[in-house]
């Protein structure tokens, strides 16, 4: 049973540019969180996506957008890059409605994103 | 407001000791508080939970205590080993599902 994945595993990129952060969620979940984590730093909450729409944001600009497909997988997309976007960014999947006594998440290994 | 947060962000254990992990929160809406280990180049695995009635909840090695009197959470590790060396960070989960997290605390342990 595949576990969340992540890709790329890092990235590189320069002030301004875009970049395309992609997520496949554990086997059978179809809902998927977004995470930053700065270096030395707590996950902050940026969004979540169920049934192909986001569900709920996090406090984080307009340059961050996201997408899910019919498959659960999910894209994290950030424009205008920012040196302070550098960060790891953390998938997770849960199931909606929770099957427990609440929406348990598992993360993924993340996507360390370098901003030059 | 929304907050979790640490005491202290280095904690250094001789193996084989107890480790005792630390967490103030704020907010006091949340059902579930959560403990999570991150190691080095992974993403945060789930360690145990207690749900917000509880006190005390009991896994193996670990054990979490809760007083919400006065908005505190522990995680207490028995019998440090090597493998325990991560940040753990305590987490409350929100009802409208999201996650907080706190500041982490990073476990050092001694040979």
């Known amino acids: 049973d595949a576990g969340v994945t992540q890709s790329p595993t890092h990235l590189i990129k320069t002030r301004g540019q875009q970049v395309t952060l992609r997520c496949s969620p554990k086997?059978?979940?179809?809902?998927v969180s977004w995470y930053q984590q700065a270096l030395g730093q707590e996950p902050q909450f940026i969004f979540q996506y169920y049934e192909e729409e986001e569900r709920q944001r996090g406090n984080f600009p307009d340059r961050f957008s996201g997408h899910q497909f019919p498959n659960y997988s999910s894209e994290l997309n950030v424009n205008a890059l920012l040196l302070g976007d550098s960060a790891l960014y953390l998938c997770?999947?849960?199931?909606?409605?929770?099957?427990?006594?609440?929406?348990?998440?598992?993360f993924g290994p993340g996507t360390r994103l370098t901003v030059l | 407001g929304e907050s979790v947060g640490l005491h202290l962000p280095t904690l250094s254990v001789q193996e084989g000791d107890n480790s005792i992990i630390n967490c103030a929160y704020s907010?006091?809406?949340?059902?579930?508080f959560i403990w999570y280990k991150q190691e080095s180049g992974k993403g945060p695995q789930f360690i145990i939970d207690i749900r917000s009635n509880m006190d005390k909840r009991q896994g193996q090695r670990v054990t979490v205590l809760l007083n919400k009197t006065v908005k505190h959470l522990s995680l207490q590790i028995a019998a440090t080993q090597p493998g325990d060396s991560a940040v753990y960070f305590c987490?409350?989960?929100?009802?409208?599902?999201?996650?907080?997290f706190g500041k982490g605390t990073r476990l050092h342990i001694l040979p």
């Open positions: 987490a409350e989960n929100m009802r409208d599902d999201k996650i907080i």
């Open positions: 997770a999947s849960s199931f909606l409605p929770p099957r427990g006594p609440y929406n348990e998440q598992f």
């Open positions: 086997s059978g979940h179809d809902t």
């Open positions: 907010n006091s809406a949340s059902d579930y």
